[in-house]
């Protein structure tokens, strides 16, 4: 399992269970993932600005091609403009 890497993010901030099984909060410093272990802590960097932030994988995606995470809507705010929608980021596995 790769512990740190470069791709796009997106975000969501529409109400839902988690894969982890609990509720979503889009104003949770969260994330997801499709393979990390859930409760994963995970550092975002912005490749654009160098702002991070520090989530917790508690959800399982993204399935849009070229992204691998989906951040909740206020860690995506945190680091970039969620006007945007998306942005290329580095992540860092702390530990899980």
Known sequence: MLSTG??????????????SGEPFDPSA?????KS????????VTNLHNDK?????????????????????EAAFAAIGDVGAGTMQVKYEVLGA
């Open 6 to 19: 470069t791709c796009g993010a997106s975000f969501y901030a529409e109400g839902q269970m988690t894969a």
């Open 29 to 33: 410093m969260t994330a997801a993932h």
């Open 36 to 43: 990390l272990p859930m409760g994963s802590e995970v550092r």
């Open 52 to 72: 991070s932030v520090t989530v917790r994988i508690n959800d399982r995606g993204p399935y849009v091609g070229g992204r691998c995470l989906d951040l909740s």
